[in-house]
């Protein structure tokens, strides 16, 4: 067997086995998604995700981050379609699949080190390998379709022909000459079946989706109240939503999770309002410990379980709701005083 035998090989072969599933290369410059990106800032479409207007330029271009880019070294990992959807749960809650194991971050982060040290060993001194993991100011998606990964789908995500869209993206900025993949050559074609299954009209044109509209937004990044009329839309969806990648046909090609690590914990794959709405703050504390559904926080988790309490139009629910009323938190109560509320209306 020969090793081997180009630097691309070296280092693909390196990121596959510490466990990523795919890996590309993309020759550096002003991203194809820039234009994009511009349009989506210009219509304010970021909604208050401040970090995504600041500093454009640099968002558009990895020289502007690292001087002397030469490569953008894009990896996915895969986290897989596992966990129905709380089949089992008396009063089943949805949970992002990406966050419903170990928080992505950190697992890409200690494989993003061995990555660039193992460069490192590759270009030899002199060259800068810098790794960004979502956190960084990358076009994450337009570098994946440029370096082979996949296509961009009419939801937006990057979907591989041959494994659906169910992974996450890093990028490793490098001063090294990579040699570049070619795009794929596939599409979405005629379907557009993730536009009408948005279940709040995000998807406002074939690949661009409005924050101000996404229910992951209202239920991961922003902290405060959300918009009455976005709530009932949000149905039980405590954490994110996977409505636009469920509906797309690529799926059907999905891997399973590439690494033990990100395969569901039990209260995330099977997650359960009544269970969630009776987490204390220290109990919420221990079970996202190392979770990416700590990012919401306590109370803005707490304020997501009791809206989506208020959409299961299920008697059960009441107790639970009455329960948040009484929430520590007023951001919590005043969601709960909705749901009990709606569930008046609507509970049977
Ligand atoms: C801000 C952000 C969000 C915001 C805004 C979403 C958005 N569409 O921008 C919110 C909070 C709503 C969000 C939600 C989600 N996100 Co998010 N998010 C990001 C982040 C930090 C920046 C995205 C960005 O630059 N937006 C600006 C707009 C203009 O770009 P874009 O939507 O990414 O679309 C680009 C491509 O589609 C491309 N494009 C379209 N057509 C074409 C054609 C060609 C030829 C080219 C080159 C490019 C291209 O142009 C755009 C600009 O480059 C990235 C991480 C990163 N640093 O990139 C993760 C990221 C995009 N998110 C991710 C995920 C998983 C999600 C969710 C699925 C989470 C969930 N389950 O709840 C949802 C999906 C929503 C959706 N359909 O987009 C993954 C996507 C993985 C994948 N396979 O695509 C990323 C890459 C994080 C990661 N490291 O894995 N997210
Ligand atoms: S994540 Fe959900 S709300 Fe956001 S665009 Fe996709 S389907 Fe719509
Ligand atoms: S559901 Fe259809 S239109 Fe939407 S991303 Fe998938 S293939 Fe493209």
Redesign the pocket.
């Known amino acids: 067997m020969t090793g081997p035998t180009s630097p691309e090989d070296a280092i693909r072969a390196r990121a596959l086995e510490l466990g990523f599933s795919r890996c590309g290369f993309a020759a550096a410059g002003r991203s194809r998604g820039a234009d994009r990106l511009d349009r989506w800032l210009a219509e304010g479409m970021h909604a208050d995700l401040s970090y995504m207007a600041d500093r454009p330029a640099r968002r558009a271009d990895p020289r502007e981050v690292v001087p002397a880019c030469r490569s953008v070294v894009v990896v996915t990992l895969d986290h897989g379609a596992e966990g129905g959807g709380a089949r089992a749960a008396a009063l089943p809650a949805e949970v992002a699949r990406y966050a419903r194991g170990r928080d992505y971050h950190r697992v890409a982060a200690v494989m993003l080190r061995k990555l660039k040290e193992s460069m490192h060993g590759v270009s030899g001194p002199g060259h800068v390998h810098r790794w960004y993991v979502d956190d960084g100011p990358v076009l994450e998606r337009s570098w994946a379709v440029e370096a082979g990964i996949g296509f961009a789908g009419k ?2 995500c990057v979907i591989d022909p041959g494994g659906g869209s169910w992974f996450l993206l890093a990028v490793v900025l490098s001063t090294m000459e990579l040699r570049a993949d070619r795009p794929v050559a596939a599409d979405c074609g005629t379907c557009a079946a ?1 536009i009408p ?7 406002v044109a074939p690949g661009v ?1 409005d924050a101000r ?5 209202w239920t991961i990044e922003h902290l405060g109240e959300i918009p009455e009329g976005l709530r009932p839309a949000i149905g039980t969806r405590v954490f ?6 469920a509906a797309c046909p690529w799926n059907r090609f999905a891997r399973p999770a590439s690494l033990a690590d990100l395969r569901p914990r039990e209260l995330f794959a099977d997650a359960d309002l009544a269970r969630l709405a009776s987490l204390s703050e220290p109990e919420f504390d221990a079970a996202t410990s190392g979770s990416a559904v700590r990012r919401a926080g306590y109370e803005g988790f707490m304020r997501n379980v009791a809206v989506a309490l208020g959409n299961t139009g299920r008697a059960e629910a009441v107790p639970h709701v009455e329960r948040l009323r009484r929430h520590g938190s007023e951001l919590v109560r005043s969601h709960a005083d909705w749901a009990a509320a709606r569930l008046a209306e609507t509970a049977r």
């Not at 299954?197 to 998807?203: E, K, Q």
């Not at 509209?213 to 937004?217: L, M, Q």
């Not at 994110?240 to 990648?245: A, S």
Request: hydrophobic fraction near 25%.
């Open positions: 939801n937006a993730c299954a948005c279940p709040t009209g995000a998807i989706v509209k996404c229910i992951s937004y994110g939503c996977d409505d636009c990648q």
